[in-house]
């Protein structure tokens, strides 16, 4: 495929009962382009933790994902209330979600951690007031 | 051995089994959703008492064989005909999960 294939969402931050839902959506694609169930897995988790983020902490946003030839780009962008300090963000366990997402099984500090796991590069650009946005990269 | 094989035994009782044919390849526990994607493997059964609706989305991207509820948890139909729709086989035991895995362990 020389071409960039583009795969667009809108996250509903409303419902939370329907987050992965364009997660589930893309591994489905990714799958009918025969790529391998690895990556798949990689590039498919590492969108939901990020959808679910968005749903939990922005009240939604967007999520694109791009099938280049040797790479696959997953781009989520939100206009929550950013991330005041993205290092703390980053360590395993830390999270500011509340009691009702954490009786859901959520908000044990491991979203961030699991993207930049899953993927080969990752990225966050954040401004406090004005929104987050999560570049990451699986290569193939 | 297979979900299908896994569903002959009587302490597990399935729930919906859309893919019997799964194949199972070990185990893992949790119930921190996040937790279980970061570590859960491709053909595990995972076992679990958390029995919401993301259930089914983290069990669909983790790849896992089968989800099963310990200690008899149940599950809303909503959940239920969504893991039916999305091909995710659901069994329920009256064990806990450490007896559950154990014998799970024999089976294997």
């Given at each position: 495929m020389s071409e960039v294939l583009n795969f667009h969402f809108n996250v509903?931050?409303?419902?939370?009962?329907?987050?992965?839902?364009a997660s589930?959506?893309?591994k489905k694609n990714?799958?009918?382009?025969?790529?391998?169930?690895?990556?798949?897995?990689?590039?498919?988790?590492?969108?939901?933790?990020?959808?679910?983020?968005?749903?939990?902490?922005a009240h939604g946003g967007e999520a694109d994902v791009n099938v280049y030839e040797d790479r696959i780009e997953i781009?989520?962008?939100?206009?929550?209330?950013?991330?005041?300090?993205?290092?703390?963000?980053?360590q395993e366990g830390f999270s500011t979600a509340h009691d009702q997402i954490r009786s859901l099984g959520f908000g044990a500090g491991m979203g961030l951690p699991n993207m930049k796991r899953y993927t080969d590069d990752m990225k966050i650009e954040s401004v406090v007031g004005v929104g987050t946005t999560v570049t990451m990269c699986v290569n193939l | 051995m297979t979900v299908y094989d896994l569903s002959k035994n009587s302490q597990f009782n399935v729930l919906t089994m859309p893919e019997?044919?799964?194949?199972i390849n070990g185990v893992y526990i949790g119930d921190l959703l996040s937790w279980v994607m970061g570590k859960a493997q491709y053909d595990n059964v995972w076992i679990t008492i958390m029995s919401n609706i993301n259930v089914i989305a983290v069990a669909s991207l983790s790849d896992v064989s089968c989800v099963l509820l310990a200690e008899d948890v149940t599950l809303d139909n909503e959940v239920l005909s969504t893991a039916k729709q999305k091909g995710i086989n659901i069994l329920s035991t009256p064990m806990s999960?450490?007896?559950?895995a154990i014998e799970l362990s024999g089976m294997i």
């Open positions: 509903d931050g409303n419902d939370f009962t329907s987050a992965g839902q589930i959506q893309i990714l799958r009918r382009l025969g790529l391998d169930p690895e990556t798949i897995r990689r590039v498919s988790i590492a969108m939901y933790e990020g959808e679910i983020n968005m749903v939990i902490h781009i989520l962008k939100d206009n929550g209330p950013g991330i005041e300090n993205i290092e703390q963000a980053m | 019997p044919e799964r194949e999960a450490y007896d559950a």
